[in-house]
Every structure is written in C-alpha cells, then in structure tokens.
C-alpha cells in the first residue's frame, strides 16, 4: 500500500489536478495497450512498478473520482475524458453526491437494518428541511426562549440542522452531539444557553421522524453513511468489488469521514490525491485538512514545489507576508502592485470601474483578464457594479450570483396567476401584482398587441376585484372609459381573461392534476415563444418548475402517509381536501417570497458575450472554483473582513475537528484561525494572479465606520493609481 497509492502535495496551480489525470491514464493506459490486460491473467507486456499485479488481474477497473465542488467535479470530469480519448469516461463526484448515491442504492440494506418502512427515499431540499423542522419543533421553541437567544426561530433551527450536518460529516454520532456541546459550552454565545440534551433531543426526534416517511437532508443522509453503510459487511464487501481505485483532487476541502472510505479503498487498491495547503476552502463547512492530511503516510509522496512560472507568488509573497505579519516593516511593493484609495465606498466603485473601463478601451487587457475579488460582495455593491460595467459596454461575469426566484417579475407573475385560479389564496394578491402581472404576460416580441405600466394600472384599478377566496379580473367593459385603453392593451388583456376562465374551467372539471401542471401550462401559453428565452430566464423558470415538482412531491408523501394513519377514521371530506391544497400553495408563495429559493442565472461556462466579460466574485467563489487572471482588483482591501470566515464558517464547526475533538473555541484560537486564513487566501491569490494587483481601500465603509483591516499595510505600501500617473515612483 505505501508504494502503490500516491499523494500530490503542492501550492495553487503547481499541477496537481495534471498529475491525478496522468495517473488515472497510467491506470488505464496499461490495459488500452494490451488488450488481455484488466481481463486475463496474461499479459505480454512488463507490468507498471507502481501497480500491483492483483491490479491487472480485475474484470473492469473502478475507479471512484471525486472533487471537491460540483464546478470542479465537472471540469476534472472533462479532463480525464479528454486525456483519454474519450475511451474510459467517468462519473465524478462530490462528497455528498457520492453518499446521496450511496444511501439510495443501498436502500433496502438500511430497511433491513434500521427496520424501516419499505418506501423510496425523497431528499429534502436545505429551504425544505428547514420549513419541516420548524413545524415538527415549533410547539418546543417558545417565545421567552428565543428571546432569552436573542435569535428568530428562522435562525435557531438552521444552526441547529447544521449541528447535525457538521457532526456527521465528521463521523459523530448524532446521539454523541449533546456530549460534544456540553464539552464546548461557553457563556460567550447565547446559543449555548439551550441544554444540550434539549439540542440532541430535537436532532433525534428529526431525525426519527423522516425515515419515518422516507426523508432524507445531507445530515441525515451523511449520518446514515458513517454510522450505519460503513459498519456493514455486506456494503463494505460490494464497495472493493465496485471500486479498486480512488482519484480525489483537492482532498484539503474534505471532510473527516472520507478518510475512512479512503483508506477502506486503498486496503485492497490503489488511490490518489492531491492536498493544497493554500487551497483550504471549506473549513467551517465540514472540512477538516489537518485529518485528512494523515493519508499522506499511507501513500508514495510527490511534493510539487514549483509554482506557476506567470503567477506574482515567488515575487510579492514573502513581502506581502511580512507587512501583514509586521505591520511597522519598512517596505514597498513593486509597480506590479497599485491602489486605488478614496475615502467613501461610493467614490472607491467609481474609480474601480473607471480604471478598469480606461485600462481595457486602451487595449492594455481584456475584460475576460480581470477579475474583482472582494471579501464580501453586498446587493448594492454588486447591481451598481455590473450597471456601471453595462453602460461602458462592457459584460460582468458574477460567479455563482444565486438571485432569488421572487426577485423576477415572471416568476411574480406566474405566482398571481395561481391566487387567480386555485380558491382561498385572495389574501396573497393585490392591484400592483395584477399590474405587473399583465405587462409581463402581455409582452411578446413582434407582437403589438401588449399591455404597458400605464394602461396595466388602470386595468388593476378598475377590473380586478379583491375577495380573500376567490379574487376576479373582470371584463374590460366594467371601465366606463374602457376606450382609453386602446385596442392593443384591450385585445391582450382578454387573452389573459379568457385563458383564465379556461384554466378555471379546468380546475373545476379536476383536469389540472397539481399546481406543478398548472405552471407547465401558464409558461407554454405566455413565455414559450416570447423573448424570454434566454439563458437567464431559462435558468429561473427552470428552478421553478423542479422547485414546485420537489414542493408537491414532498406535500404527496406527506398525505399519503397521514391518510394511513387515519386509516380507522372516516374518508377525508372534499372540502377538506381542497383547504388542504390551498394551504399547500399559499406555503409554497410564502416561501418564495422569503427569497430562500434562488437561481443561478449564468451558464456554467461562459458563452456569447460572458466569454470576455469582467468576473466579479467573492473571495470564497473565487478560489473555490478555482479561477486565474492576469489582473486582479482586490476590493475592499481595508475591511476587517478579509480575515474572517463570514457565511463561509458554520457555528460548531470547529467543535467536530478531528485533532479537537469536543474542545472549546477560545478567543486566542480564533485570532490564530483568522491569521492562518488570510496567509491562506494571500497565498492562493497571488498564484491566481500574473500581472498587476490593484488594492482598492476606501476609509470609510459603507456603514460609515473606519477601514483598518489587516492588508491596510499593504496598501501603504503601494503605488497609488494617481501617483503613478504622476511620475512618482516607489
């Protein structure tokens, strides 16, 4: 085992992820070139040293690949499939895709042995489990209790559920998490004011509770696979039949329990895997490096040095370190590092886009060469920045800009036209969501027959009629002055009325099987042949529709498991069938309209105009997908920010460390945390970066209060954009 599994240990971009795909051809290369190899016993050709001979002796190679975030997945996925000609394709994936896929295929073995109901597991979406954890739990979560938290009951139950994610991504039991937070209890957090027993009892009635019905989250799903799939002989003894190879990039963001799958592999087999020190992205979110990084002693090391000959790293790091460690060092940054400093955050966006429009319209770079890296990007900060980049002509890549589902004036409108059909939902509708309503299913390309904001208001004034059951949008004639509207607005506001009256028609015939039929049938009818058929529409209405299919397939397995129970009792009245449905889809609005519901608007590789655009992205998006740029501005660079985890780190996450197993958090750990984190993120930047890094700082925040984070020292110590102009050297 020590000489045939390899782990690949080196900074950014010093090509790990190349030395992984060489392996994985190195394995299947042996068997392309002689074909008896892999099948036979035979072989004419000198076995590789680094491969066992039991190797070749296998049927098929399985190789388990893994990443460690769905982007990466795909983009390793692609690699190896070019690097082999497309002869061995593979399926690779996460860590908690892996257990997902897991614990469904072997399904029966946990009914076996957990005695559970003989059902198809349904997985919970996060905003999903949220919702049903709250209503199991809300009789228990008093008023005096959370305000003795000082925190919303919202809030309360996620960091509870992320409790129960943390500990089983670190291999604990869920029943051990009460010991682990009695250890750690600490006067500095009122969340520790809850009895920790009270704690493991909620976790355990959630987590009884869904097997009951056949649920299952990401924590429960990863408790069942620690706890109950890597006990089992029968699945231990399948899993080396399936799988003689794993190749696992970034190994660094894994969590803890994926080092007993690791090293069950490699027993038999082989494995290998690469480990960034730099790259440490997800701890606070189930990572743990430091357990991880004890593979390394079952395995044949490559260290790679070197790192990429374009990057600013052998330059700058040294330096940079140095000033942050030791603020008072008297040093300046060459001209390949400048700032950009004013004293308002407005004023500091302004100049940002401008230096960026100037250096671009010159042909100095291209706007796919630049990338705006903040510690933390707010709406505001985002919208005024793409619009500012917009006006110039110039495109904006935001990577992974989750916007939310009800922040569209379509899926608002699809919304309305529900209340409008399905009874008891008049509440949820007003005039201004009938107007918007009609201006956005009224448009279509090439067609003039629409309705505008103008002509839509006086509609919603004087033909929508309110009721809290059965809400009416009346014939356009009930205006006395009708013949204002015109005959464009008139003639598309009675496709919509007479559209309406035919889905009524059908909900009353029972022809509309669930909401879910109903959103199919308004998206063909109003947008399938309207200008919305762009990418970013498409991506909503998509989430949508999977949204809404997840919602009523969750409330389906609900009813058919109370309607079991009530077995013994008389059938369920109509009346009480149709409350029961109306109740459904006023909680699905509800939840849309608490924007927990999103939706990436961008392709997941650039095309058209995105394929030379500006990327703009936070620090965490940044380096978790890995991304390089000749020029990089690092907004921000004042703020306190730049060293702390932010919704990048789980409270608890600390407590679930392998190597701290149960100890506190101090203070003193918290500012060693921090310090490690920000040489981390310089560390991985500068080996993202090849030619200039802009530092732009403004005094002041946009909370008005004043910037003094930790690369301040940098910025001091830099050229700023207007000395430079000025001839004044460094």
Not at 162 to 185: F, K, W
Not at 211 to 223: A, H, P, R
């Given at each position: ?392 002509g110039i495109a904006v890549n935001s990577l992974q800009d989750q916007r939310p589902l009800i922040s569209s004036p379509l899926i608002r409108a699809l919304l309305t036209l529900l209340t409008l059909v399905y009874p008891g939902l008049g509440r949820l509708v007003d005039r201004d969501a009938i107007a918007s309503m009609l201006v956005v299913l009224s448009r279509k390309p090439n067609n003039d027959e629409f309705i505008d904001p103008v002509r839509a208001g006086l509609i919603a004034d004087y033909c929508f009629e309110p009721h ?263």
């Open positions: 085992m020590l000489n045939h599994s390899l782990w690949i240990e080196g900074p950014s971009r010093s090509g790990k992820t190349q030395r992984l795909v060489e392996q994985f051809c190195i394995w299947v290369n042996d068997r392309d070139d002689n074909k008896q190899i892999f099948y036979t016993s035979k072989s004419t050709k000198k076995n590789n040293p680094n491969i066992p001979k039991s190797f070749y002796l296998q049927k098929e190679l399985g190789v388990l690949v893994l990443a460690a975030n769905g982007d990466n997945r795909r983009e390793l996925g692609d690699k190896i499939v070019t690097a082999t000609w497309g002869k061995y394709p593979v399926k690779a994936k996460t860590p908690l895709g892996f257990f997902q896929d897991e614990v469904i295929l072997f399904w029966p073995v946990l009914i076996e042995s957990l005695q559970l109901k003989a059902q198809f597991p349904v997985r919970l979406r996060p905003e999903t489990e949220q919702e049903l954890a709250t209503k199991l739990w809300h009789s228990r979560l008093s008023e005096e209790m959370l305000r003795n938290i000082g925190m919303n009951e919202s809030r309360l139950v996620r960091r509870i559920l992320d409790l129960m994610q943390l500990a089983a991504l670190s291999g604990t039991p869920c029943e051990n998490i009460p010991d682990i937070l009695t250890r750690v209890i600490s006067q500095q957090d009122n969340f520790t004011k809850l009895e920790p027993e009270f704690i493991g009892s909620l976790l355990l009635d959630w987590l009884n509770w869904c097997l009951d019905k056949g649920f299952l989250t990401y924590g429960i799903i990863t408790e069942l696979y620690g706890q109950h799939l890597l006990s089992n002989h029968n699945y231990l003894s399948r899993l080396k039949k399936r799988y003689q190879a794993v190749l696992a990039d970034d190994v660094q963001d894994y969590p803890a329990l994926m080092r007993r799958l690791f090293e069950l592999i490699i027993d038999d087999g082989m494995g290998a895997f690469s480990y960034n020190p730099d790259g440490i992205v997800r701890l606070g979110l189930g990572a743990d490096p430091n357990y991880i990084s004890g593979l390394a002693e079952l395995c044949r090391r490559e260290i790679l040095t070197q790192p990429p000959i374009s990057s600013l790293s052998d330059l700058l790091l040294n330096s940079m370190t140095q000033l942050i460690t030791e603020p008072m060092t008297l040093l300046s940054l060459p001209l390949s590092v400048q700032s950009i400093q004013t004293t308002s955050r407005a004023s500091l966006l302004q100049e940002t886009v401008e230096t960026i429009v100037k250096s671009i319209k010159s042909g100095i770079v291209q706007p796919k060469e630049i990338a705006i890296i903040a510690p933390g990007l707010d709406a505001i900060a985002r919208y005024s920045l793409i619009e500012k980049f917009h006006q110039a809290p059951d059965n809400p009416n949008l009346l014939s356009v004639d009930t205006f006395e002055r009708w013949d204002r509207l015109g005959y464009a607005a008139t003639t598309a506001y009675g496709k919509i009325l007479k559209w309406l009256e035919q889905q009524r028609s059908n909900y009353e015939k029972r022809l509309i099987p669930t909401p879910v039929s109903f959103l199919y049938n308004a998206i063909e009818y109003f947008i399938s042949d309207t200008g919305y058929s762009n990418y970013e529409q498409l991506a909503i209405l998509r989430q949508l529709l999977e949204t809404a299919q997840h919602y009523w397939e969750i409330d389906t397995r609900l009813n058919q498991y109370y309607s079991t129970q009530k077995s013994s009792q008389e059938q369920v009245t109509e009346v009480i069938e149709k409350q029961d449905k109306t109740t459904t889809i006023a909680e699905f609005i509800l939840l849309l309209r608490q924007g927990t519901i999103t939706a990436s608007p961008y392709p997941i590789r650039p095309i058209g105009p995105l394929a030379n655009a500006v990327t703009l992205a936070t620090i965490f998006q940044y380096r978790s997908l890995r991304h390089a740029h000749p020029w990089h501005f690092w907004l921000d660079a004042g703020s306190p920010l730049w060293t702390k985890g932010g919704a990048a780190t789980l409270f608890g996450s600390m407590f679930f460390l392998q190597d701290r197993l149960g100890q506190p958090w101090t203070a003193e750990d918290e500012k060693l945390a921090e310090d490690q984190r920000l040489q981390r993120i310089i560390a991985d930047l500068l080996s993202r970066v090849s030619d200039k890094i802009y530092l732009c700082h403004s005094e002041l925040a946009v909370n008005g209060q004043e910037q003094l984070g930790s690369l301040l020292s940098l910025v001091n110590a830099c050229v700023g954009v207007e000395s430079q102009e000025l001839g004044v050297g460094s």
